[in-house]
């Protein structure tokens, strides 16, 4: 979820959520499991975390995201006067405040701190680069490969909308940087040179220590990706690598090509692929583009059967379709912002059960925590994470426990998977 907030907004949330102090969100619970649920909850809130995706880092660290959205509308999970501002400050300051965290764990032992409070073993750092005040050993990279899909002039892609007008500069930039990473001075000669430079960038960054690659291209363009063969795409590359605009249709065939060339590299990688494949913020993200079923054909191809596939956010609206998409053997789903701040813990409930009862094995928790502002950061977020999956999942189970469709020990199995153990094993 790309994160188009009004932040003057948000910094005011915790000011004006102060009035609520011992209130916060809550799943409503079936009369007949909530004795369940007042069992579960304990023993899951106790289960470590492994954060499947986040942005961690501070506010104005342009490393954390090259696609910023400009600023849109926003849940009401995010807008003023939601107590769970005050429960978040409550779980990580205290009352100490967020600068005596800071004053006692300096560096890198800030953000381990902030893991620490909330029961995060492991977070997912979806950036640029990775920044020294990131300990490797709690934070593992996962790197934007979406510039190598816009080699050419984009200035005729940029012209579509404001977003896009605010996307595109940025991978240009990054499109330049990976030049100058892997060593070249020019384009490519030809498309077998600009593939390989593809491939080196996955190899480079895999080498420097990142364990996915991640594609935003959902802000960018629909799912449907044709198959276009490589003799129609070897004169688009040779007409602009120069120079010129392509129209949209040639971008769009150069992109197909080069975006199952990723696919099948990080196959070979082993390196896994995640998508964003939500809805979006910004005023003009397609929703119908995003839609699973677009993207379904790539991912039941047999040619990528060896590519690990993360659907980011869990495809809602779409959820209902991604749970069956995700029980191919190489397809997971991830939580984040669905279950964070679109939801509140008594809908997210309801996501969970039906993800849960058809299969549990293939639903990962993440957070998608990412700083706001210099009030609202990163910290503020995981908190909302945690908090909604502990309290949905206990809920979620509590009721199929009641609804005599698992055991008790069942439940606790299906929550250590998807708070932990799932995604856990996809890294290992």
Not at 263 to 280: D, I, K, Y
Not at 393 to 415: D, G, K, N, S, Y
Request: glycine share 6%.
């Amino acid at each position: 979820m790309k994160h188009g907030v009004a932040a003057l907004a948000l910094a005011a949330a915790a000011t004006i959520a102060a009035t609520h102090a011992s209130a916060q969100s809550r799943p409503l619970v079936a009369p007949e499991a909530a004795a369940i649920y007042q069992r579960l909850l304990p023993q899951i809130s106790r289960i470590k975390i492994f954060d499947h995706h986040a942005h961690p880092g501070i506010a104005g660290d342009e490393e954390i995201d090259p696609a910023p959205v400009p600023e849109g509308a926003m849940p009401l999970r995010l807008t003023p006067g939601n107590p769970d501002w005050a429960a978040a400050n409550r779980a990580l300051w205290g009352v100490t405040g967020k600068g005596r965290l800071k004053s006692l764990h300096p560096g890198a032992a800030y953000f381990n701190a902030v893991l620490d409070k909330l029961g995060i073993e492991t977070s997912i750092a979806n950036r640029i680069t990775m920044s020294a005040d990131l300990d490797p050993a709690r934070f593992k990279w996962v790197f934007y490969i979406d510039p190598v899909l816009f080699p050419f002039d984009t200035s005729g892609l940029a012209a579509r909308n404001s977003d896009q007008a605010a996307f595109m500069p940025n991978q240009a930039k990054l499109q330049r940087r990976f030049r100058q990473q892997a060593g070249l001075t020019a384009a490519a000669a030809d498309l077998a040179g600009y593939l390989g430079f593809v491939t080196r960038v996955l190899e480079d960054h895999q080498r420097r220590g990142a364990v996915a690659a991640k594609f935003e291209i959902a802000y960018f363009r629909s799912f449907v990706f044709d198959d276009p063969p490589r003799d129609s795409v070897e004169p688009i590359y040779a007409r602009y690598r120069d120079g010129g605009v392509p129209s949209a249709a040639e971008y769009k065939t150069f992109q197909d090509f080069v975006f199952r060339h990723v696919l099948t590299e990080c196959g070979r990688l082993h390196l896994p692929v995640h998508l964003h494949s939500s809805a979006g913020a910004g005023d003009y993200f397609s929703i119908a583009g995003v839609n699973l079923l677009n993207l379904e054909p790539v991912l039941r191809d047999p040619r990528y059967l060896s590519t690990t596939f993360v659907l980011i956010h869990g495809g809602y609206p779409f959820d209902q379709q991604a749970i069956f998409i995700a029980m191919m053997k190489n397809v997971w789903l991830d939580s984040s912002a669905t279950g964070s701040f679109l939801m509140y813990p008594n809908q997210f409930k309801d996501v969970l059960k039906r993800w849960f009862e058809i299969q549990p094995s293939k639903v990962t928790y993440g957070s998608d925590a990412f700083p706001v502002d210099a009030s609202i950061g990163t910290e503020e977020l995981y908190w909302f994470g945690v908090h909604n999956a502990r309290t949905a999942a206990a809920a979620a189970l509590a009721e199929m426990i009641a609804a005599r469709e698992i055991t008790e020990p069942q439940a606790l199995v299906i929550a250590r998977g998807y708070l932990h153990d799932n995604a856990a094993a996809l890294y290992r």
